[in-house]
């Protein structure tokens, strides 16, 4: 079956400018995190969701960034006025239930000039 | 706080050498230990995981893992490596009292010599 997808694979933005990266969990996976990628920090947790609980935050670096989960399906990580900073590649995971094992997209990679 | 340490940055090796990629943890009750390896341009594949049972883990390509709870270590191991394992390998640990996510270590680099 098909895995998780994310699009778009490449994005190049100005800084100021509000990103959208949208992820395609696999078919039927309840539980849903992004992370991030970069040659600075590593790889880092920015959010989860589970179900119809409320997501777990705890990982967003400050409050230009947010995400939704529609329907308990797709995923949509929005960056506001973005910084160079914000440059990274951003990973999406989803997993059967809260404690399954998780499967990784190919990665939104972000960069702001 | 949750922390995740790999040791060593970059790790070289002769081709059919065995190997040793080290990774450490904080302390906690339970814990869910993984391996991760991205090849160039790739995304992240899991190599094998930790859940209950058995220390001793095996998992694709001939690599393996120990868990050592008293050490908080879950070190990877290979007895023979190939050009092909040539990329970075990822420690990555879910504390459960804080949930599923995933806590990563810093990678290791794998170069495989001939």
């Known amino acids: 079956g098909a895995g998780v997808s994310q699009s778009p694979s490449n994005k190049v933005t100005e800084k100021g400018k509000d990103v959208e990266l949208r992820c395609d969990p696999i078919?039927?996976?309840?539980?849903l995190y992004w992370y991030r990628q970069s040659l600075g920090q590593g790889l880092e947790f920015l959010i989860y969701f589970q179900g119809n609980s409320a997501p777990d935050k705890s990982g967003l670096p400050s409050d230009r960034f947010s995400a939704e989960r529609t329907g308990g399906s797709v995923s949509t990580l929005t960056i506001q006025r973005t910084q160079q900073e914000d440059s990274a590649v951003y990973l999406c995971?989803?997993?059967?239930?809260?404690?399954?094992?998780?499967?990784f997209g190919p990665g939104t990679r972000l960069t702001v000039l | 706080a949750q922390s995740v340490t790999q040791l060593d940055s970059q790790v070289p090796v002769f081709e059919e050498a065995p190997v040793e990629l080290r990774c450490n943890y904080s302390s906690s009750v339970s814990v869910y230990l993984f391996w991760y390896v991205q090849y160039p341009n790739q995304g992240l594949q899991l190599l094998l995981k930790?859940?209950?049972?058995?220390?001793l883990v095996k998992g694709i390509n001939g690599f393996e893992a120990e868990f050592n709870k008293s050490q908080t270590s879950f070190h990877l191991r290979k007895p023979s490596v190939h050009i092909s394992d040539t990329a970075e390998y990822f420690c990555?640990?879910?504390?459960?009292?804080?949930?599923?996510?995933?806590?990563f270590g810093a990678g290791t680099i794998l170069r495989v010599k001939s």
């Open positions: 990555a640990v879910s504390f459960m009292e804080y949930g599923n996510k995933l806590v």
């Open positions: 078919s039927g996976h309840t539980a």
């Open positions: 930790y859940l209950s049972g058995s220390t």
């Open positions: 995971a989803s997993s059967v239930d809260s404690w399954g094992e998780q499967f």
